[in-house]
């Protein structure tokens, strides 16, 4: 396949001013490297802070092109690369922080360990909506939790990115699952086989009776804050929490008065330090083993977005009104 010189790019000048069209030139890749042509980018919240620039722990020097999640078309390979071919679908969280080129262009020059296959049954779009919240869901659900079948697990935040996410893989491991949500997002949990809790509920409530008062055997926070706290309070005697939003000051007495466990899940270590980038990709190759048998299916919002319109994206997620993950066509 032939690489074009220039490449259509959304870029960010300035943090939180307006993204600008503009055509560059299309980057060379290193010898462990492929060059996707992006079909894809997946939008997260955490796209709109690094945007602003209101993230300390998710910096990218501007001007940068931002967009953490692909799908897209392997057009070129590096020397070294054996795994990939021209013409292979690929997805994965591959840029877009740290200095790294992100999704929102024609074309990136993409480290080829952070890439696994696209699952043939799901369409470019639904595929960029995954990688970001399915690592995360991943590393914190076996990587640090190490789920077990037969376990209890509660995922608050059960209808957002992270959550539904969470719960399918924690049902596909044979867990017994429950999450949290507000009265709207009922369907939307049980819809993903979880049993649904309404966040309003009190802690001792629930784990009465959903445990018999023992508490869950893992909890995941999608939210943090004070939804921390509570998971403290929901894990049952040397159970497991975890969290992908542990970032303020917490009593950790009632985690150790049961002698439970806690850890933090920070998703964007590998692309930040280039340790561990090698996992990511095998994560994402988990995913497409899920999704192609049929226990994995991402959420995404049906409306339609391009290089033009990446900020009325970005916007929406700003107002919270989504209704599963944007993608932007490119």
């Not at 021209?86 to 020059?109: H, I, R, W």
């Not at 979880?194 to 409530?205: E, K, N, P, Y």
């Not at 049952?236 to 466990?261: D, E, I, K, N, Y």
């Amino acid at each position: 396949m032939t690489r074009p010189s220039t490449m259509r790019a959304a870029v960010l000048e300035t943090h939180n001013a307006p993204l600008r069209l503009s055509t560059i030139s299309t980057p060379a890749i290193g010898s462990r490297e492929v060059l996707v042509r992006v079909h894809a980018s997946g939008v997260n919240p955490l796209d709109t802070k690094i945007h602003s620039g209101a993230a300390a722990h998710a910096r990218h020097p501007v001007p940068a092109i931002l967009g953490l999640d692909l799908a897209g078309v392997v057009e070129q390979t590096g020397r070294e690369v054996s795994r990939f071919k021209p013409g292979d679908e690929v997805y994965g969280m591959t840029g877009g922080v740290g200095g790294v080129q992100g999704s929102l262009a024609e074309f990136a020059a993409v480290d080829a360990d952070l890439l696994a296959l696209k699952p043939a049954n799901l369409s470019m779009r639904e595929a960029a909506a995954l990688p970001l919240i399915f690592i995360t869901a991943w590393e914190g659900l076996i990587d640090r939790a190490a789920l077990k079948a037969g376990q209890k697990v509660l995922v608050h935040g059960g209808a957002g990115g992270v959550g539904h996410v969470a719960i399918q893989i924690a049902r596909a491991f044979g867990a017994d699952v429950y999450a949290t949500g507000s009265a709207s997002q009922r369907a939307t949990i049980e819809g993903f086989g979880a049993v649904f809790i309404d966040r309003s509920t009190a802690v001792d409530v629930y784990v009465a009776k959903h445990t018999g008062g023992g508490g869950f055997d893992i909890v995941y926070d999608t939210v943090g804050g004070k939804v921390l706290d509570a998971s403290f309070e929901a894990v049952r005697r040397f159970g497991h929490v975890v969290s992908a939003l542990g970032w303020g000051t917490h009593a950790l007495a009632p985690l150790s008065f049961r002698a439970a466990t806690y850890s933090g899940v920070f998703t964007l270590l590998p692309l930040l330090s280039g340790e561990g980038r090698a996992h990511h990709g095998a994560i994402m190759a988990e995913a497409t083993r899920l999704v192609e048998a049929g226990k994995l299916v991402p959420l995404v919002d049906p409306r339609h977005f391009t290089l033009e319109s990446v900020d009325e994206a970005y916007a929406l997620i700003r107002d919270h009104a989504t209704k599963g993950k944007l993608v932007v066509d490119i």
